[in-house]
């Protein structure tokens, strides 16, 4: 499964953005869990958002309350929702299927992943 990020860029503390996931290899992505996760320079991959094939959901702590995560079934495209950004929350982001429709936070659960995006948030 070929995934596709986008909407990441320079934002400021406070403010909100969507990032865009696409499947973009023809196969349909409903069956299939989806996930967020996100890497900082110097750390490890975490995860931040994951979301079943019937929409439940299940999110970070450090993210929830600010985040949300959907799916668009008819476009084929997950989105991250995220509000009141702060810095902590700079990193490239990451858009990932699991071929499983069970929504999990660990990433080996999930076999396809995006290119990432950046989302750099200054204070």
């Known amino acids: 499964v070929q995934l596709v990020e986008s909407g990441g860029g320079v934002v400021q503390a406070g403010v909100s953005l969507r990032l865009a996931c696409a499947g973009a290899?023809?196969?349909?992505?409903?069956?299939?869990?989806m996930g967020w996760f996100r890497q900082a320079p110097g750390k490890e991959r975490e995860f931040v958002a994951a979301?079943?094939?019937?929409?439940?959901?299940l999110y970070a702590d450090s993210v929830k309350g600010r985040f949300a995560i959907s799916r668009d079934n008819a476009e084929n495209t997950v989105y991250l929702h995220m509000h009141s950004l702060i810095p902590a929350d700079t990193s490239v982001y990451y858009c990932?299927?699991?071929?499983?429709?069970?929504?999990?936070?660990?990433?080996?659960?999930?076999?396809?992943w995006g290119q990432g995006t950046q989302v750099p948030v200054s204070s």
């Open positions: 979301i079943s094939w019937d929409g439940v959901t």
């Open positions: 990932a299927a699991s071929p499983s429709s069970t929504a999990r936070g660990a990433p080996p659960h999930y076999a396809s």
């Open positions: 290899s023809g196969r349909t992505l409903k069956h299939n869990a």
